[in-house]
C-alpha cells in the first residue's frame, strides 16, 4: 500500500498529469470506440493538416487566409478528380488482368514444381510436392471466396466511396477555412493552466507535420520512379505494381518485404531466369536503398529517431485498433507516447 501511495504522490499529485492522463484516455477511447463512425471527419482531418503546410507557405508570402485555402484547395481538387479518372481507372483494369492471368501463373509454377524431385531428389521428394501444391490450391479456393464475398458487398463499399467523396471534400475546407475558430472553440474546454499539455502538443505538432508531410512525398516519389522503372523495362502491370510500391511505405520495413514478393513473381513469370528478370530485380532493389538510405533520411530529418523494434510494436499495436489509418500514424502516435514519457514528471519524494 505505501508503494502505491508513494507511487501516486510521485505520477499523480500534479494536475497537469492527471489533466493530460485523462484527455489522452479520453481521447484514445473515442477513437477506438466511434472510429468507424468518425473515419470521414479523421481521414478529412489527415487532408487538412496535409494541406495546411502549404497554405502556410502563401500566408508567409503575404497572401490573406482565404485566398490561400481557395488556391490550395482548387489544386487539391485537381488532384482528387486526375486520380479517379486518370489513374483509378489503369489500377482496375490491370487488376482485373492480373486475377484473369492467375490460374496460367499457378499452372506454370506447378509446372516448375514437379520438376524439383527430378533436379534435387535429395532435397525434396514427389509426395512433398503434391503436398506443397494441394496447399496452394486450398489457399487460392478461400481466397476465391473472400472475393466473392467482397463482390458480395461491393454495394455497400460503393456507397461508403460516395459518402466519403460528398464529405470529405466538404470538411477538408471548412477545416481550412474555420481552423483558428475551431481550435479556439476546442482550447476553450481546456483549462488555463496546461504548460506540460502545451509541451508536448508543441512537440507533436512538429514531429506529426514533419511526418505526414513527409510520407506523402515519399509516397509520390517512390512510386513515380517505380513505375518509370517498370514502364521502362517493360514489365506487365506497370501502374498497379508502383502504386503497391509506393504505398509500402507506409509500413516502414514491413511493407517493403510484403510488396517485394508480387513484383518478383511477376516478372519471374513475365521472363523467367532470364537478364531482364536480373536487371528489373537489381533496378528494384537500388529504388529500395535510395529510399531508405537518402529519400527517407532527406524527408524526416527533423522526425524523432525511434528504435526498429518500437516502430514495428508500434505498426502490430496500432494498426490492430484502427487498420489502414492506426498504420499510417502508428510512428507519430509512438512519438506522442515518447513525449509524453519524455515530459512525464520524474521527482523523488524525499525520504
Known amino acids: 500500500m505505501q508503494i502505491l501511495t508513494q507511487w501516486f504522490k510521485r505520477y499523480l499529485s500534479d494536475p497537469e498529469v492527471v489533466f493530460l492522463a485523462i484527455f489522452l484516455l479520453f481521447g484514445f477511447a473515442v ?23 502549404v497554405v502556410a507557405i502563401f500566408e508567409r508570402r503575404g497572401a490573406p487566409r482565404l485566398l490561400s485555402v481557395i488556391l490550395v484547395y482548387t489544386v487539391f481538387l485537381l488532384f482528387v478528380t486526375l486520380f479517379f479518372f486518370g489513374l483509378f481507372p489503369q489500377l482496375s483494369r490491370q ?14 509454377g506447378q509446372e516448375l514444381l514437379m520438376q524439383l524431385p527430378e533436379n534435387y531428389p535429395e532435397i525434396i521428394s514427389p509426395e512433398q510436392v503434391q503436398e506443397i501444391i494441394g496447399v496452394i490450391r486450398q489457399e487460392i479456393a478461400e481466397f476465391g471466396q473472400t472475393v466473392l464475398s467482397v463482390s458480395f458487398a461491393s454495394v455497400i463499399g460503393i456507397i461508403t466511396i460516395l459518402v466519403y467523396l460528398i464529405l470529405m471534400p466538404l470538411l477538408v475546407f471548412f477545416f481550412l477555412k474555420d481552423k483558428r475558430l475551431i481550435l479556439d472553440w476546442m482550447v476553450g474546454f481546456l483549462p488555463r493552466d496546461r504548460r506540460m499539455a502545451d509541451v508536448v502538443w508543441h512537440d507533436m505538432d512538429r514531429q ?20 518509370a522503372t517498370f ?11 508502383g502504386v503497391l510500391v509506393g504505398l509500402s511505405v507506409i509500413v516502414p520495413y514491413i511493407g517493403a518485404a510484403v510488396v517485394t514478393l508480387p513484383v518478383i513473381l511477376i516478372a519471374w513469370f513475365q521472363w523467367g531466369w532470364g537478364a531482364d528478370f536480373a536487371w528489373l530485380t537489381v533496378a528494384y532493389f537500388i529504388i529500395q536503398i535510395l529510399d531508405g538510405n537518402v529519400l527517407v533520411p532527406l524527408l524526416f530529418s527533423e522526425a ?27 510512428i507519430p502516435l509512438a512519438t506522442l507516447v515518447q513525449a509524453v514519457i519524455n515530459a512525464w514528471p520524474r521527482a523523488e519524494i524525499p525520504a
Open 231 to 241: 514502364t521502362a523495362m517493360g514489365l506487365e502491370y506497370a501502374v498497379l505494381l
Open 208 to 227: 506529426i507535420a514533419n511526418y505526414v508531410r513527409g510520407k506523402f512525398w515519399e509516397i509520390i516519389i517512390v512510386w513515380a520512379a517505380s513505375f
Open 304 to 330: 524523432v529517431n525511434l528504435h526498429p523494434v518500437a516502430i514495428i510494436v508500434a505498426i502490430l499495436i496500432f494498426g490492430g485498433l484502427w487498420g489502414f489509418w492506426g498504420v499510417f500514424f502508428a
Open 31 to 53: 477513437i477506438l470506440t466511434m472510429g468507424h463512425m468518425l473515419a470521414p471527419v479523421l481521414a478529412s482531418v489527415v487532408v487538412a493538416y496535409l494541406l495546411e503546410g
Open 95 to 108: 487488376a482485373t488482368q492480373l486475377f484473369q492471368q492467375i490460374p496460367s501463373m499457378i499452372t506454370k
